[in-house]
């Protein structure tokens, strides 16, 4: 469905990201990943999927490398047809004890980032008559919770940019939409699962528990391959009419 197709994932290299750029893949299109840590365990995932992939290390947090990873992307492919905001890091810190440093990275890579990569990709988008940019923001996007102050503004502000992008392209072939997960068990959630073992004195699996609980009605986590497929889904000719939803994955999360 997508062959001859160009896809950046940014923060691709793990988790979420690493799930929906397989799902593309898988859908023929080209990949760009992004992201830090482990490169060549990703990219020969990709590649073993029968397309082309390419890396690029950009920061998120800085304008000019997200500059700099358009246009690697538009050299190396020609454009990109799909953008897939996806990076972003969590902490987890009352208001009055935030770390400064933190707010603005959570604001800059979680928020900022995405209004960088989607000025960039517009042009060719538009030109083109056809583009898809999907932002991962949260369940946090929707709702809020203690302790995630960054966070929840930045996925917010995700979703506000998801509908004015729509809006602004909305008669045009280019769509723009946000994906709402839950919990999904990849390193950003595992760290969280380790703070409340540690807290309440719980094994993994306990704390897993616990975590679900809280929030997450149907008790289970989604998992990257589910959330893949919504973003193919955005991708398919079903979808050229789908614009500025902000739709969650999220077992019944956000509608308590
Ligand atoms: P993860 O930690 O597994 O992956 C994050 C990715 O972002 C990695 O590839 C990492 O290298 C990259 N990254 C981090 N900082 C970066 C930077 N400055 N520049 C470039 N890349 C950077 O986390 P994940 O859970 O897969 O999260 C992916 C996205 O999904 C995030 O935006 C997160 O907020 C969102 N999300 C996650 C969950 C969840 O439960 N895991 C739920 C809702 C939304």
């Known amino acids: 469905m997508l062959k001859g197709k160009t896809a950046l994932v940014t923060g691709s290299t793990s988790g979420i990201g690493l799930g929906i750029a397989k799902s593309l893949a898988r859908q023929g299109a080209n990949i760009v990943l992004n992201g830090f840590g482990d490169v060549e365990g990703p990219k020969s995932e990709i590649a073993a999927l029968g397309v082309k992939v390419a890396y690029h290390g950009a920061d998120m947090s800085k304008s000019s490398d997200i500059e700099a990873m358009m246009a690697f992307a538009a050299d190396t492919f020609g454009r990109v047809d799909i953008l897939v905001n996806n990076a972003g890091i969590q902490h987890v810190a009352k208001i009055e004890d935030f770390p400064i440093e933190r707010w ?20 060719a988008m538009k030109a083109a008559n056809w583009g898809r ?17 960054a966070y929840v503004a930045a996925k917010h502000g995700v979703v506000g940019l998801t509908k004015v992008t729509a809006l602004e392209n909305a008669t045009t072939g280019v769509t723009c939409n946000a994906i709402c997960p839950g919990w999904v068990l990849t390193p950003l959630v595992q760290k969280q699962v380790d703070a409340k073992a540690q807290a309440m004195g719980l094994s993994n699996d306990d704390a897993k528990k616990v975590l679900l609980g809280e929030k997450e009605p149907s008790m289970q986590f989604t998992t990257p391959e589910e959330l893949g497929e919504l973003a193919v889904f955005f991708c398919s000719a079903a979808g050229n009419n789908v614009r500025g939803v902000a739709w969650n994955m999220d077992g019944g999360w956000a509608a308590q």
């Not at 979680?110 to 517009?122: D, E, G, M, W």
């Not at 932002?135 to 203690?146: C, D, Y």
């Open 104 to 123: 603005d990275a959570i604001i800059a890579i979680n928020l900022s980032s995405a209004f960088h990569a989607t000025r960039l990709a517009l042009p």
């Open 133 to 149: 940019i999907i932002n991962v923001a949260s369940v946090h996007g929707l709702v809020g919770s203690a302790e995630k102050s």
